[in-house]
């Protein structure tokens, strides 16, 4: 062996050329892996076991390439070896520690990093699962060997390869359709697994199944091992809120920012749905936006609130594992109803043009309560009505009554608390031509 030689650092610059690397006495094809340019290497090679293999290079001229070994230091340090030559290859033999390799040919050179798997082989003798530091991290021991496989760069800089370790489990996920957590297969790719590992909690009970890794996959072998069942305690949940409409001409809108509420009363749908973890839930309903106290609850996951009063109310869904270790508290639902509102007409047009202010209506918002009486000049009640949104044709009995005036009396109150007594007349002005009316007497 030749004694020690320096490389300038520029060795990453030196142009390519079709340098082909062998393996000889290799009972399985080594890996090859493609590198980043930045590492200078041309690739870096995996042998499944280094005993007895020699590194070779076919040339039209063996005894003009010359071999170069690096180690962590990089190339900078390499050593010159001495090759055994033939007519048609130089070959240099390979000793079993991962190292680096230089082969130079009319002043061009090809490097390569070659590791002995033997030396890092994949031993899953047991793994273990238990929760992490906080409810949504569980952490995953090996007892074995799955360490990293470290690599250096033609500069001296430690990188390592990836195992492509599989971690197989079941967990929860949610399904918008049928608005439920469902079942589902879960593989998370580790590059290696020397201690304790924390992953995403899983949401329903499971075994942790690891296999691999990726070399010994590529050479038609594997091995695998798998955990006791874990028993979960992460929470997750997910909600929402459906508001019931009413489509009603004559009330008022009322504009909320956070898209809940408006005119009272204003009946929503909550729903909630929890992963396997969750045994104690409610819903929660406060006039305080830091929940300081509770107005109203709900062990349901879903239940129908009509909300009443003026304001802002705010709702949201907490649920609890078994032992309260593990809590869900999810976002804030802002409910706001605004204040109440009357205005009353005194005049319309029975049919005089279809469509257009043939009925009688009030305009309103916010009435939690409502009673409408209407009278003709003789006191006969002839329409009444406990629903401000519907309105009066007109009509008594099936028939429209004559033109002229008549009473209302009003009674209602608002979700602001504020009480009506309103009453009044109301004018008839015509009718559409053609058509025949009645008018109780008495």
Known sequence: MNPLKLFPLAITAIPAYCAALDFEGAATRPVEITTEASTGLDAVYVLRDGAGIRLSHTSA??????????????????EELTPAVSA????VPFDGQDMGYIIEENGRRKCYWIIDYSAHRLELEAISARQGDDCHRTEIALSGNAAEIPYYTINGRRLTLSRELELSYSTLSFDD??????TSAETTTLPSLSSATSIDAPLCNTVFTLSGDRFLKAWGDSESVASPEYTTTAVEATTRATQET?????EQKENSEAGLGGSAPCTILFEAATSDAAVFQEWQISRSAEFETIENSFNDLSFDYTFRESGTSYVRFTANNADGTCEYIGPVYEVFIGESGLEIPNAFSPEATPGVNDLWKVSYKSLVSFQCH??????????????PSQ??????RGKFVPAG?????????????VEYERAGDINIIKYKEGKTSTEPTE
């Not at 048609?88 to 070959?91: A, D, G, L, N």
């Not at 359709?177 to 469902?182: A, E, I, L, N």
């Not at 006191?379 to 009505?385: F, Q």
């Open 61 to 78: 001229s063996p005894a003009s390439v010359r071999w170069y070994r690096f180690s962590r230091l990089g190339g900078a340090y390499a």
């Open 88 to 91: 048609t290859k130089s070959s």
């Open 177 to 182: 359709g049928s608005f439920s957590y469902v």
């Open 246 to 250: 009413r489509e009603s001409d004559n």
């Open 374 to 387: 209407i009278f003709n000049r003789w006191g006969t009640e002839i329409h009444t009505s406990s629903d």
């Open 391 to 396: 309105g009066w044709d007109g009509k008594y």
């Open 405 to 417: 005036v008549y009473y209302y009396i009003i009674k209602a109150k608002g979700s602001d608390g």
